[in-house]
């Protein structure tokens, strides 16, 4: 199994923008698709984006779809989350999350990062 790490969370204004990291060890990250899920008070657990193992699929869901934008770069072992035009809505934990296959919204892989937290001030 690989360990992951977030990093980046913070406060920030609407409309402002946050890059998350998720760092990885134990496992080169370059084998593993991996992907971010959010938390947000009061609610479950909501798919954000996805990238293959490759960097080359990526898929988002409708909610951030135009604003955020994740990437990878192999060589470091991390993934970031680009989250631009950030909304109150926005606020929540984000997860960091692997797996040696493709990411669906609802079939996360077994690997969690501890999760940064995220606050967007209206």
């Known amino acids: 199994q690989v360990q992951l790490v977030e990093s980046g969370g913070g406060l920030v204004q609407a409309g402002g923008s946050l890059r998350l990291s998720c760092a990885a060890s134990?496992?080169?990250?370059?084998?593993?698709?991996v992907a971010w899920y959010r938390r947000a008070p009061g609610k479950g657990r909501e798919f954000v984006a996805t990238?293959?193992?490759?960097?080359?699929?990526?898929d988002y869901s409708d909610p951030v779809k135009g604003r955020f934008t994740i990437s990878r770069d192999n060589a470091k072992n991390t993934v970031y989350l680009q989250m631009n035009s950030m909304k109150p809505e926005d606020t929540a934990i984000y997860y960091c999350?692997?797996?040696?296959?493709?990411?669906?919204?609802?079939?996360?892989?077994?690997?969690w990062g501890q999760g940064t937290q995220v606050t967007v001030s209206s």
């Open positions: 990238i293959s193992w490759s960097g080359h699929v990526t």
């Open positions: 134990g496992d080169p990250l370059s084998k593993y698709d």
């Open positions: 999350n692997a797996a040696l296959r493709p990411i669906i919204a609802d079939f996360p892989g077994d690997d």
